[in-house]
T-cell receptor
């Protein structure tokens, strides 16, 4: 089963612009994580935000979490062509359980 | 950091044959591993949870007799796709939990299965 939706499904921007992706989920969570996947490749873990956290930063990434709205956003600042990939949010309900992935956002950054 | 490997990275087989995919935790012991499937241009879907020494738990809609999972050791889980058909063509990805940091899952690089 899938936890929720990401929007937009696809996003095309120019290098240097910011990219914002949103994720909604349905049930209560332990953590929410964001992953990147280049075409045909495996997953790269980007950032984990716990259910009791509201915002987290890592380099050019900023993640927010609103548990009251069951939603999260991923902001990539000053995007680069190398950021072109699919981005997925994933949640778990408790430690040690499987991740449930959203449908993903395909980001295309042109130079 | 913890590393999870998968073998093979890609495989092409004829319809009706069986294919085994291995998932190994290289530098840690994983009591729990997960198997996911990803169809083209779609997200990852959980297939089953594999616990060392016990039977796997399958998600609804996943045929346990078709997708055989064995987790015989703390570092190895195998997924065997039996009597594969073209509709089984997909990207199969495993993940393992590093205890006691159970929040962190480490993903393998995936196995691309193409059934002709």
């Amino acid at each position: 089963s899938q936890q929720g939706e990401e929007d937009p499904q696809a996003l095309s921007i120019q290098e240097g612009e910011n990219a914002t992706m949103n994720c909604s989920y349905k049930t209560s969570i332990n953590n929410l994580q964001w992953y990147r996947q280049n075409s045909g490749r495996g997953l790269v873990h980007l950032i984990l935000i716990r259910s009791n956290e509201r915002e987290k930063h890592s380099g050019r990434l900023r993640v927010t979490l609103d548990t009251s709205k069951k939603s999260s956003s991923l902001l990539i600042t000053a995007s680069r062509a190398a950021d072109t990939a699919s981005y997925f949010c994933a949640t778990d309900s408790s430690p040690g359980t499987a991740l449930i992935f959203g449908k993903g956002t395909t980001l295309s950054v042109s130079s | 950091g913890a590393v999870v490997s998968q073998h093979p990275s890609w495989v092409i087989c004829k319809s009706g044959t069986s294919v085994k995919i291995e998932c190994r935790s290289l530098d840690f012991q994983a009591t729990t591993m997960f198997w996911y499937r990803q169809f083209p241009k779609q997200s990852l879907m959980l297939m089953a949870t594999s616990n060392e020494g016990s039977k796997a738990t399958y998600e609804q809609g996943v045929e346990k007799d078709k997708f055989l999972i064995n987790h015989a050791s703390l570092t190895l889980s195998t997924l065997t796709v039996t009597s594969a058909h073209p509709e089984d063509s997909s990207f199969y990805i495993c993940s393992a939990i590093l205890p006691p940091l159970a929040d962190t899952q480490y993903f393998g690089p995936g196995t691309r299965l193409t059934v002709l």
